[in-house]
């Protein structure tokens, strides 16, 4: 303004020196100056050009000024030399001015012009919002233009409205409108004082509050992993929230991010669920919540102490992650007792007892909520005792007794072969079997061969069952003629009784036996009569059977080439006038001849029945001449009958046969000799015998594990089979259970031998072979198949519904279907069968040829089944060896 | 290196002379070499089914005399075991058991033949006397149940053989397409059995309970494992016994495999007795109805029947066997007669057993081992009647071996066993029975085929 005050005086007395040059020249009537437009309103930043019309004067040329200021000030207005009039910033006090011309003739000469001044028109060019939510405060900003600096906004709603800051072209305000959802206010700016103006309208749309959600609304999840929620803001343009957390202590609830990445704690608290808030930043009243169940998480074994050895309090050391603070530990089905150290570390103590092929599951099962099962881990489990090897201690048990369990081997390895070999021979720590005494006569075998299988199946006094078991089937009586109980019960107690005495004292007791009388007739044989000799057939069968067989033995159980005879047809009647004059026992209190038929003690002698003239027999005269007597003389003749110059026959004849029976149908001839050196330096104790044979190398005891003759072993006869397979399996059993209707089908039916030759002959051979193989004399392929038959039925548990296998252990084993590791998980399982079974972990051919019968099912009972089946039908298991 | 243990020799109770012998398949094929390379084609179907009574059947009670000396001899010796109202067979004046009416009808038809006194022999000239004198050798072991059992079934007086004379004429026809299938000549349906064990070919031996393996229930799961089993049959366990073991059972799904398409669920034209002997029979029915499907052409059948070693009690104890056997023989021609089996002139039935019995009962109401025998053939072959010799009756007689009735036979098993082999189709007999060659070729066959 300074400047144009400054510019203007000069150029106005330019003007004004010009125009007085000229006035001088006129003077006729007075000067008149009209200022044109004479009146106008205007409003602050408008500008006006006035005109004026200078009249009798030819001097035109005015002086302008604005409230009679030369050219106006800041305060009024500024005009120029042209007339053109700028309002000032701010209404002046009276807010009427006047623009007047003076001529320049007579400067007192004037026109005037009032100019009313206005504060100017707010505009608005824009808001910085187009929708607010109902009752929500919300700040705004209205950018425009002439705002003064005391305009106000209003919202046409009423809504009060705070100014937070103001310019002339923007204007921040505050409220919080009342209006409801889904209307529209408007907006003005309105400039007051003079010349109120009020802009145009803006447009707002008012909007339903915030609304916030979020996704999921409610989900499980297990402690330590993470969930990411979504929050959803709607009716505002910031959709940013805040996310909380409750319901637990902080040390179990978790955290979350600000992208709303939930991780759950690691370890539950109680409480069971978390709530996880978004709260809307637009509108803090506004929030949403998520529900989230937790669950403990999905136990994972890494590692666990394996091997281990069995024992009450093993302890395993576990590592993995996901354990839960109140997981359980389970091994082989027992419930060991936890310690837990973290989540990914625990220890576990309790009792894991020798196992059925010593590999056992453990497992980490963690409680609910949620709980879950860790998948299997295989712990290898050593028996403690370390006398002699697992496998040496198994195959030892499956020559002395039905069959190998668990529980047996360990006990043998952990006493050893000669402590455990004591234990059995002595009665008082391992007492007898003992047959039910029978009732009457009238019941049939059934209840005998029940009890057969109870004494095999839990029966302590195993060694004893299985030598009894062979010396019955070298001395024979059958069911086929002593079908009732009554008859055939006295004889197997007798074999059990003598299992462990001399064979002497076996032999005798057999031929005073009323049962081996009723059998072979001895019983009621009498001298001869003028039209009857006396019966031969025990005389024949004691010979060629029991004892002395029909030709010389050397002491390796060779004949000579050719075989010279033992004894003559001569012989056998003569022995056949010994065996006269026995009667039953007399079981009624009044003995006669012949006695009735009674079964439960020694046959009685009647001397008038027997022949007791002088006989000739085995090349010596027997003169006793009593019943008794001529039978102690005959049997004496008969156990030290020999080969001049090898040992009695008996010796070697019965070496080999018990040797088959327990151990090996192809002995060496060093081995049935080793055996009957014992046999007749010990007057044949069985005792002896027995320890012989099962402690020598050709039996793979003690030899180091040197791998044995090409064939050597013998195949399972069916009783022995069946048992043996229920025993390693490790099968619970309840009286109540005959396999003889399995072992009949299998050819051997119990106490029913076809003949006194037996199920099977001795010298049986593989035909066309030189290889011995008694066993398979009734090996049919019917009696294949019932093999097949009983081991499939056993895989099963469908053999009785006494016996019981519990299969959950390996069933552990077999519960890995992931494709990249359920073969090393199965490999795990077909070495437990195997070393069950075979006693060892099974060969790269067998585990080839078995492992895809696995594999085709996921079905951890159905790979169980197939596996046992597999190996217990395999040949390799059908012989023993 | 393991010596044979224990093998039971055969061996002449008193005489000197011994045939050194070993054990093996080598010596004993060496010593038949003869038959290993002439194999037997067959274009028409045979079969014969042989029915082994064990315990050695007393054959004096079986077929008896009715007329003359012998009636009467057998009357007094037997004494209260004699048999009471024998049916007579025809005007032979003989007569069969009164429980064996079915056999009675078969000689009356023509089918049944009786060869008199036959045994295991060495020689023909057996006699008491050259027997004492050392000149001719008997038997090894007599009177032994397992040593006469394995001669009647592996047709050697004096060795131990492993393999039978039925399973020599197996290897006869095991190569040449007999049996186009590969269904094995020799089936037992009563176990194991020397007689039909050959020295390459191997019998079936199938009967009673389920014939297959367990659990075949067509899914793929049971698949997999028979697979797997195949599998565990072909790995070689370096072990004698484990092979064997893996033999019989492969053999048996093998069988099992050719008998599942063949034989069927139809039931047979007659209910057969509900015997052993029946049931077996039966089965051997079956099999011959299913010879077609089983493409077999030359069939060996072996049966059995046990329970005859009657040293007590005989007259009611095999009185009853009489029966199952008679009931059960029966049976099997009608149904063989039946037009869908119509074999009863292509198959033929006999018996053996171990020996038979003392003609002197012994003090318990039984007799006692001995020697020779009488046996039946049945079938529309065979030419019907008494054939052999029948014996003296008379204790210690020129045809009592020892003082008790041991009948020495007049007729050899390895004739007997020719003429059934001749019939069907064997051309080599002597290699099939060597003992034969002791026996000159005019001696056999034996009329009743």
Redesign the interface.
């Known amino acids: 303004m300074a400047y144009h005050r400054y510019l203007l005086p000069r150029v106005v007395f330019a003007t004004i020196l010009s125009a007085a040059a000229v006035t001088a020249a006129v003077s006729a009537g007075s000067v008149t100056v009209a200022v044109n437009p004479s009146s106008v309103t205007l409003r602050l930043g408008d500008a006006k050009s006035f005109s004026a019309a200078v009249s009798n004067t030819t001097n035109k040329g005015v002086a302008w000024f604005v409230n009679g200021i030369a050219g106006g000030n800041g305060t009024v207005g500024i005009v120029d030399g042209t007339g053109k009039y700028q309002t000032p910033t701010a209404v002046p006090t009276p807010n009427v001015v006047t623009v007047s011309a003076a001529s320049k003739a007579d400067a007192t000469k004037t026109g005037v012009a009032t100019v009313t001044l206005l504060n100017p028109i707010p505009v608005i060019s824009s808001l910085s919002v187009t929708q607010i939510n109902t009752q929500l405060p919300f700040v705004l900003s209205v950018t425009g233009s002439s705002f003064l600096p005391t305009a106000t906004v209003a919202l046409d709603d009423g809504t009060a409205l705070s100014i937070k800051s103001q310019t002339a072209t923007l204007i921040t305000v505050a409220g919080t409108t009342q209006t409801a959802a889904g209307k529209q206010i408007h907006l003005t700016v309105t400039n007051p004082g003079s010349g109120s103006s009020t802009s145009s309208p803006r447009t707002i749309n008012v909007v339903s509050p915030v609304a916030v959600t979020v996704s999921p609304t409610a989900k499980s999840l297990r402690a330590g992993s993470s969930l990411t929620l979504v929050a959803k803001v709607s009716n505002n343009p910031v959709t940013t929230v805040t996310w909380s957390l409750s319901g637990a202590d902080a040390a179990h609830l978790g955290s979350i991010t600000s992208a709303g990445v939930y991780t759950a704690p690691a370890v539950l608290g109680t409480a069971p669920t978390v709530t996880v808030t978004a709260t809307s930043a637009a509108d803090p009243s506004k929030s949403a919540s998520a529900t989230l169940t937790l669950l403990n998480p999905v136990p994972v074994i890494t590692s666990v102490t394996s091997p281990v050895t069995a024992g009450p309090a093993v302890a395993l050391t576990i590592g993995g992650s996901g354990f839960a603070p109140s997981a359980k530990v389970m091994a082989a089905g027992t419930s060991l007792a936890v310690t837990w150290t973290s989540t990914t570390g625990l220890t576990a103590v309790g009792n894991i007892a020798p196992t059925a092929g010593g590999i056992v599951a453990v497992k980490v099962i963690n409680p609910d909520p949620g709980g879950l099962t860790s998948q299997v881990y295989p712990v290898t489990v050593n028996n403690p005792g370390s006398r002699l090897s697992y496998a040496a201690a198994k195959r030892f048990l499956e020559q002395a007794t039905w069959g190998p369990t668990p529980a047996g081997i360990a006990h043998l390895q952990d006493i050893g072969v000669d402590a455990w070999l004591a234990e059995q021979f002595n009665p008082a720590l391992t007492p007898v079997s003992q047959y039910a005494q029978p009732l009457d006569c009238t019941t049939g075998l059934g209840q005998l061969q029940l009890q057969f299988f109870n004494n095999a199946l839990t029966g302590a006094d195993q060694l004893r069952q299985r030598v009894a078991f062979a010396l019955g089937q070298i001395a024979v009586v059958s069911g086929v003629k002593l079908p009732k109980y009554c008859q055939m019960q006295p004889y197997q107690q007798l074999l059990l009784n003598d299992a462990f005495e001399t064979y002497h004292a076996f032999l005798k007791d057999v031929t005073l036996s009323p049962s081996m009388g009723h059998y072979l007739d001895m019983v009621n044989n009498s001298k001869a009569t003028p039209t009857t000799s006396p019966d031969e057939n025990y005389a024949r069968e004691l010979m060629q059977l029991f004892s002395i067989g029909l030709a010389h033995l050397n002491s390796d159980g060779s004949t000579d080439s050719p075989p010279v005879p033992t004894y003559s047809e001569d012989d056998v009647r003569a022995l056949a006038r010994v065996f006269t004059g026995w009667t039953y026992p007399d079981c009624l209190g009044a003995s006669k001849w012949p006695n009735s038929p009674c079964f439960n003690a020694p046959m009685t002698a009647f001397e008038e029945h027997h022949d007791n003239a002088a006989k000739v027999f085995l090349g010596a005269t027997i003169n006793a001449g009593s019943a008794e007597g001529d039978l102690d003389a005959a049997l004496a003749a008969i156990e030290s009958y020999s080969k001049p110059g090898a040992l009695p026959n008996v010796a070697p004849f019965v070496a080999l046969r018990l040797i088959q029976h327990l151990v090996t149908s192809n002995p060496s001839p060093g081995y049935v000799t080793d055996v009957a050196a014992v046999f007749a330096s010990t007057d044949g104790s069985l005792q002896a015998v027995v320890k012989a044979i099962l402690t020598h190398p050709e039996a793979g005891f003690g030899n180091g594990g040197a791998a044995l003759p090409a064939n050597q072993g013998h195949l399972r006869e069916p009783v022995l089979y069946s048992l043996a397979l229920l025993r390693a399996l490790n099968a619970s059993y309840v009286y109540g259970a005959s396999l003889d209707p399995s072992t009949t089908n299998m050819g051997q039916d119990l106490f029913n031998a076809p003949s006194v030759f037996n199920y099977y002959s001795p010298f049986y051979h593989l035909p066309g072979t030189p290889t011995v193989a008694p066993e398979f004399q009734i090996l049919s392929q019917t009696a294949a198949f019932a093999r097949a038959s009983f081991a499939y039925r056993a895989s099963h548990n469908q053999i009785s519904q006494f016996i019981f296998i519990d299969w959950s252990n390996w069933e552990d084993l077999a519960s890995d279907t992931n494709p990249a590791t359920q073969t090393a998980s199965l490999t795990n399982l077909l070495n437990a069968v195997s070393r069950a079974l075979l006693g060892a972990p099974m060969s790269t051919d067998m585990l080839n040829a078995i492992m895809p019968a696995l594999v085709v099912t996921q079905n951890a009972g159905t790979r169980v089944m197939t596996a046992v089946y597999l190996v217990a039908v395999s040949s390799q298991y059908q012989v023993q060896r | 290196?393991?010596?044979?243990?224990?093998?039971?020799?055969r061996?002449l109770?008193?005489s000197g002379l011994?045939?050194?012998?070993t054990?093996?398949?080598a010596a004993s094929l060496g010593h038949l070499g003869r038959i290993s390379a002439q194999a037997q084609t067959a274009s028409d179907y045979k079969a014969l089914v042989c029915v082994f009574l064990?315990?050695g059947n007393d054959a004096n009670n079986m077929i008896i005399p009715m007329t003359g000396a012998n009636a009467t001899n057998y009357t007094s010796v037997r004494?209260s075991l004699a048999v009471q109202n024998p049916l007579a067979l025809g005007s032979t004046g003989y007569g069969i058991h009164p429980n064996m009416g079915g056999l009675a009808k078969l000689f009356a038809a023509n089918q049944l033949a009786v060869l008199c006194n036959v045994g295991t022999l060495v020689s023909p000239k057996t006699t008491k006397a050259a027997y004492a004198a050392g000149t001719v050798k008997v038997p090894a072991?007599l009177?032994?149940?397992?040593?006469q059992q394995q001669e009647w079934q592996t047709a050697a007086p004096l060795e131990n053989l492993?393999?039978g004379w039925g399973?020599r004429i197996a290897d006869l026809y095991a190569n040449s397409g007999a049996n186009a299938l590969g269904f094995p000549t020799g089936v037992?349906v009563a176990?194991?059995s020397t007689f039909l064990?050959?020295?390459?070919a191997?019998p079936?031996?199938?009967?009673?309970?389920?014939?297959?393996?367990?659990?075949e229930d067509g899914s793929?799961?049971a698949g997999?494992?028979d697979?797997?089993?195949q599998?565990?049959f072909?790995?070689d366990?370096?072990?004698?016994?484990?092979?064997?073991?893996?033999t019989?059972?492969q053999?048996?799904v093998e069988?099992?495999a050719l008998l599942q398409n063949a034989v069927g669920a139809t039931p047979l034209p007659i209910v057969f007795p509900q015997t052993g002997i029946g049931q077996q029979l039966a089965q051997v029915a079956q099999l011959i109805r299913a010879r077609t499907q089983l493409g077999a052409s030359r069939q060996i059948f072996f049966t059995s029947l046990?329970?005859f070693?009657t040293?007590?009690d005989e007259l009611a104890g095999q009185a009853a066997l009489l029966l199952q056997l008679s009931d059960a023989i029966s049976a099997f021609y009608t149904a063989l007669a039946d037009s869908t089996i119509a074999a009863a002139d292509k198959v033929t039935l006999f018996t053996e057993s171990e020996f038979s019995r003392t003609f002197?009962?012994?003090?318990?109401g039984?007799t006692?081992?001995a020697w020779g025998g009488h046996h039946l053939i049945a079938g529309s072959a065979v030419k019907g009647g008494l054939y052999g010799t029948f014996p003296s009756l008379v204790l210690g007689g020129d045809s009592d071996f020892?003082s008790?009735g041991n009948w020495i036979p007049t007729t050899s098993l390895d004739q007997y066993g020719a003429t059934l082999a001749n019939w069907f189709g064997v051309s080599d007999l002597v290699g099939v029975f060597p003992n034969l060659a002791n026996f000159g070729t005019s001696t056999y066959p034996l009329g009743f085929l």
């Not at chain 2, 290196?1 to 224990?6: A, D, G, K, N, R």
């Not at chain 2, 366990?237 to 893996?246: C, E, K, P, R, Y």
């Open positions: 290196m393991t010596i044979p243990v224990l093998p039971t020799r061996e109770l008193r011994r045939m050194a012998t054990l093996g398949a064990f315990g004494g072991n009177f032994s149940h397992a040593d492993t393999n399973g037992s176990g194991n064990n050959g020295a390459t191997q079936a031996s199938i009967g009673g309970a389920s014939f297959s393996l367990p659990g793929s799961a997999a494992r697979a797997a089993l599998q565990l072909k790995l366990s370096g072990v004698t016994l484990v092979q064997a073991a893996s019989v059972l053999g048996a069988v099992a046990g329970g070693d040293h007590t002197q009962p012994n003090s318990n039984g006692d081992h020892e008790r």
